[in-house]
């Protein structure tokens, strides 16, 4: 059965709380070196109204996948995820 967003959006602050980041510059992102965590969050997002960039990259010999919240996305990102205060901080 499909999650509320309620309870989706606790699972997306788990995450991002310990996987995810933010940049200095606001920039919400993940990376993980399965393409199928990466490929299954952004379904998720996209499921709930975030749509996300998708980039492969070399990183110390391994392939790292990542995404991020697409700007235009980023209030609705805020309005389903709760994140630890500094990370929070930021994406202001």
């Known amino acids: 059965s ?6 989706t959006g606790s699972f997306l602050s788990g995450l ?3 996987d995810g980041s ?3 510059r606001g920039d919400a992102s993940f990376s993980s070196r399965s393409e ?3 490929s299954e969050l952004r379904r998720i997002l996209f499921q709930f109204g975030v749509e996300t960039s998708f980039y492969q990259r070399q990183l110390h ?6 995404l991020y919240v697409r ?3 980023k209030p609705r990102f805020k309005e389903l995820v709760s994140l630890v205060p ?6 202001q």
């Open 2 to 7: 499909e999650l509320s967003e309620e309870a």
């Open 16 to 18: 991002w709380d310990s």
């Open 22 to 24: 933010v940049s200095k």
């Open 36 to 38: 199928k965590m990466v």
């Open 61 to 66: 010999g391994h392939t790292v996948y990542e």
């Open 71 to 73: 700007r235009p996305w």
């Open 86 to 91: 500094h990370k929070q901080e930021r994406l």
